[in-house]
């Protein structure tokens, strides 16, 4: 049995469970976190089928894609993103910046895609359960701003929405920010909305009951 196999198939059976009990036509993409892990780890996974992987540095995420350069791996960026930094990012060309957090970065990376003459995959990320300590636009301007940069940018391609769950024990709470996030997910699809990004080690079933079809596991994913 390889390293990461008894565990990554337990976790998927729970995603299985959830996903047949929530809506069983939903597909939910899973995007290994492997900000925790190292090349190693990462080929560890891939060797058992998982090509989605997700960093939240950019540097990180250079180093590893370098590393792994003969695989055929989709790198998510998952973390802030600085301005000096979004042209070594897109130099990695990752399969969907996630977390693009305001208009005015949306515009920053456009400039450098229309330099570069591509197109970058996005999604805006929604601070849901408006806590300080997160990035994201607060849900009640998140269609504004998704369509802003529909309108402004044409070189960057929004496929959605991320949000990370609300920081606490209480269940309730963490619902009801995946479900605002959800809302503001449904009214976007009109637009071209595809990804609803969100759960994470500690909430996924809870996501998925609530519309998501896009996973981010890190921690758990890589426990041994
Ligand atoms: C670290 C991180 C994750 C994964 O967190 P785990 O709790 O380890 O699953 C998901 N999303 C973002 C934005 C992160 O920074």
């Known amino acids: 049995m390889k390293r990461y196999e008894e565990n990554f198939d337990k976790i998927l059976q729970r995603i299985e469970k959830a996903r047949i009990e929530a809506n069983e036509y939903n597909i939910v993409n899973i995007i290994a976190v492997s900000k ?12 058992i089928g998982q090509r989605a992987f997700g960093e939240n540095k ?31 990012l897109l130099d990695l060309s990752p399969t969907l910046i996630q977390s693009c957090d305001s208009l005015e970065l949306a515009k920053e990376i456009d400039k450098r895609a229309k330099i570069k003459n591509i197109s970058v995959d996005i999604l805006l990320q929604v601070n849901s359960a408006k806590e300080e300590s997160k990035a994201g636009v607060y849900p009640e301007y998140a269609i504004e701003t998704y ?21 606490t024990d209480d269940k309730k709470e963490i619902q009801k920010s995946f479900e605002k996030t959800y809302y503001i997910f449904e009214k976007l699809k009109q637009n071209g909305a595809k990804y609803c990004s969100m759960g994470m080690s500690s909430d996924f079933e809870t996501a998925i009951k609530c519309g998501s079809n896009m996973l981010r596991l890190g921690s758990t994913i890589f426990k041994t």
Not at 36 to 47: E, F, G, H, R, T
Request: proline share 2%; with cysteine; charged share 25%.
């Open 147 to 167: 369509l802003n940069i529909q309108e402004n940018c044409s070189f960057v391609n929004l496929k959605g929405i991320m949000s990370i769950g609300a920081h």
């Open 58 to 88: 950019v540097q990180d995420l250079k180093l590893k894609a370098l590393d792994l350069e003969d695989l055929p791996i989709q790198w998510h960026f998952i973390g802030r993103l600085q301005k000096n930094k979004i042209n070594t």
């Open 36 to 47: 925790y892990s190292s090349a190693d780890d990462i080929k560890d996974l891939y060797n």
